[in-house]
């Protein structure tokens, strides 16, 4: 029954699917989640990129801002606080710019150096104009504006241009690269729910298939399991019948022979009784008719003590089949030869009495209803079966005489399945039957051996 245990396969294949579906449940969500925090990651960075740039433009038009409105006051207190608002977004600008050199693309420092020097510059020119006196100032300040600040300021303001360019270059090739790593990710989820589907289609349609066999295999084992049910009955009665036809005849046997023998014993043995007397002839007359009668008496008893368990099976299986078969030649005039081909061990009654009761049900189907001529009975042992064939040249069986076995071959079967063996039989119209049966020879079975000659 091992074969047909499919449970472990489809428990694994269940949990193939369900590992399937599972694993690359949990890696779409981490992968996801990775994605999310990658874009966002990426967003951030160039917002705050943008931000910081802008706040360096603005501050720097805001230090520009502060150094023409200087130039252009010419109260002579006012250089202090210019000083202090030019000093403050010097600084807000030196950590725009430390910001920024944190987040460089690898491999673009050059660029930020350059603006990290143009304004190093700018503020060291801008720087020594707070120190201008009112008259110094009205002087130089608007060739200074038009000279000296606009263009610095202008080249600061270009080269914070091109790091917003290279931070939104960086930023479409850092997207381009989540956006494939994420098509990567659907082409792997792709493959998985293929996979999935796949096996949870293989899976439902194993399980179907072996659900319809189960099915079938149940329907023909009800169909089977009611057909044995009908032939138990039909064996029970039959067996009852025949059990109470055994009975009648055993009843008949006793009656008619046995009790006819005693009675007449009896009154031999009263007439005896009035002549013991007598010295004349009559009295030696009744008392042999009375020991004839004894004698007929103990064969009647001993014919019917071997029809019901022959004592011949004390010597050995093949002295008794060889006695039966002498048996059946002399009774029916069917020539019945019986061939042991190997030693057999000593078997336990069970066996004898199985082998026997087969050999007898075939002799006498074969006689009966073959009307075979020649009956050949051959017996095999090897180390681990007790194998006996029986072959006739009769009539053979009819076609239909699987359905209706009578209860000799139902009984025959039986006994060879009750020691675990098989009963096969081979007929073909005019042909002749052949029955072979199978014993498994058990431990204990095989106590000695013994020749079939010394059998004999």
Request: net charge neutral; hydrophobic share 40%; glycine share 6%.
């Given at each position: 029954?091992?074969?047909?245990?499919?449970?472990?396969?489809?428990?694994?294949?269940?949990?193939?699917?369900?590992?399937?579906?599972?694993?690359?449940?949990?890696?779409?969500?981490?992968?996801?989640?990775?994605?999310?925090?990658?874009?966002?990651?990426?967003?951030?960075?160039?917002?705050?990129?943008?931000?910081?740039?802008?706040?360096?433009?603005?501050?720097?038009?805001?230090?520009?801002?502060?150094?023409?409105?200087?130039?252009?006051?010419?109260?002579?207190?006012?250089?202090?606080?210019?000083?202090?608002?030019?000093?403050?977004?010097?600084?807000?600008?030196?950590?725009?710019?430390?910001?920024?050199?944190?987040?460089?693309?690898?491999?673009?420092?050059?660029?930020?150096?350059?603006?990290?020097?143009?304004?190093?510059?700018?503020?060291?020119?801008?720087?020594?104009?707070?120190?201008?006196?009112?008259?110094?100032?009205?002087?130089?300040?608007?060739?200074?504006?038009?000279?000296?600040?606009?263009?610095?300021?202008?080249?600061?303001?270009?080269?914070?241009?091109?790091?917003?360019?290279?931070?939104?270059a960086n930023y479409r090739t850092r997207y381009e690269e989540t956006n494939a790593s994420q098509q990567r990710f659907r082409r792997q989820l792709q493959v998985a729910v293929a996979m999935a589907f796949i096996l949870g289609v293989g899976v439902?349609?194993?399980?179907?298939?072996?659900?319809?066999?189960?099915?079938?295999?149940?329907?023909?084992?009800?169909?089977?399991?009611?057909?044995?049910?009908?032939?138990?009955?039909?064996?029970?009665?039959?067996?009852?019948?025949?059990?109470?036809?055994?009975?009648?005849?055993?009843?008949?046997?006793?009656?008619?022979?046995?009790?006819?023998?005693?009675?007449?014993?009896?009154?031999?043995?009263?007439?005896?009784?009035?002549?013991?007397?007598?010295?004349?002839?009559?009295?030696?007359?009744?008392?042999?008719?009375?020991?004839?009668?004894?004698?007929?008496?103990?064969?009647?008893?001993?014919?019917?003590?071997?029809?019901?368990?022959?004592?011949?099976?004390?010597?050995?299986?093949?002295?008794?089949?060889?006695?039966?078969?002498?048996?059946?030649?002399?009774?029916?005039?069917?020539?019945?030869?019986?061939?042991?081909?190997?030693?057999?061990?000593?078997?336990?009654?069970?066996?004898?009495?199985?082998?026997?009761?087969?050999?007898?049900?075939?002799?006498?189907?074969?006689?009966?209803?073959?009307?075979?001529?020649?009956?050949?009975?051959?017996?095999?042992?090897?180390?681990?079966?007790?194998?006996?064939?029986?072959?006739?040249?009769?009539?053979?069986?009819?076609?239909?005489?699987?359905?209706?076995?009578?209860?000799?071959?139902?009984?025959?079967?039986?006994?060879?399945?009750?020691?675990?063996?098989?009963?096969?039989?081979?007929?073909?119209?005019?042909?002749?039957?052949?029955?072979?049966?199978?014993?498994?020879?058990?431990?204990?079975?095989?106590?000695?051996?013994?020749?079939?000659?010394?059998?004999?």
């Amino acid at each position: 029954m091992n074969r047909y245990r499919t449970w472990p396969v489809f428990t694994v294949g269940l949990g193939c699917l369900l590992l399937l579906i599972f694993l690359p449940g949990v890696a779409a969500l981490r992968q996801s989640s990775q994605i999310y925090d990658e874009v966002r990651a990426i967003q951030h960075s160039h917002e705050r990129t943008q931000s910081d740039l802008f706040s360096i433009e603005r501050r720097v038009l805001q230090m520009s801002v502060t150094v023409r409105d200087f130039l252009l006051d010419n109260s002579p207190d006012t250089s202090s606080a210019y000083r202090t608002d030019f000093d403050l977004l010097r600084s807000a600008i030196d950590r725009n710019l430390q910001t920024l050199a944190d987040s460089a693309p690898e491999g673009k420092s050059a660029v930020f150096d350059r603006l990290r020097s143009q304004i190093r510059e700018y503020e060291n020119t801008m720087t020594p104009v707070f120190a201008w006196a009112p008259a110094e100032r009205s002087e130089k300040g608007t060739y200074f504006l038009r000279e000296q600040q606009r263009p610095r300021r202008q080249s600061i303001l270009a080269i914070a241009d091109e790091i917003g360019t290279l931070y939104s270059a960086n930023y479409r090739t850092r997207y381009e690269e989540t956006n494939a790593s994420q098509q990567r990710f659907r082409r792997q989820l792709q493959v998985a729910v293929a996979m999935a589907f796949i096996l949870g289609v293989g899976v439902a349609v194993a399980t179907t298939f072996r659900i319809s066999t189960l099915e079938r295999r149940f329907g023909g084992q009800r169909i089977a399991t009611e057909q044995a049910e009908r032939e138990l009955r039909s064996l029970s009665a039959r067996l009852m019948n025949a059990q109470e036809e055994e009975r009648r005849t055993i009843s008949r046997e006793l009656h008619d022979e046995v009790g006819q023998e005693l009675t007449a014993l009896r009154l031999e043995l009263g007439s005896l009784e009035k002549l013991r007397h007598d010295s004349g002839t009559q009295f030696t007359q009744h008392l042999s008719q009375a020991k004839e009668l004894a004698e007929q008496t103990l064969r009647a008893v001993r014919d019917l003590a071997v029809g019901l368990r022959p004592s011949v099976l004390d010597l050995g299986l093949a002295p008794a089949l060889k006695w039966q078969a002498r048996q059946f030649s002399r009774v029916t005039g069917t020539e019945a030869l019986v061939r042991v081909e190997d030693e057999l061990p000593e078997l336990s009654e069970a066996y004898l009495t199985c082998v026997y009761r087969i050999v007898q049900e075939s002799l006498t189907n074969a006689a009966r209803h073959g009307q075979a001529k020649q009956i050949d009975i051959a017996v095999q042992v090897t180390d681990t079966d007790l194998a006996v064939t029986i072959a006739d040249n009769g009539l053979g069986l009819s076609q239909n005489w699987a359905e209706n076995r009578g209860l000799g071959l139902i009984g025959m079967e039986e006994r060879a399945r009750e020691l675990g063996g098989v009963l096969a039989i081979h007929s073909e119209n005019r042909n002749g039957v052949t029955i072979r049966v199978k014993l498994p020879l058990r431990q204990g079975e095989k106590r000695e051996q013994h020749s079939g000659s010394d059998r004999r």
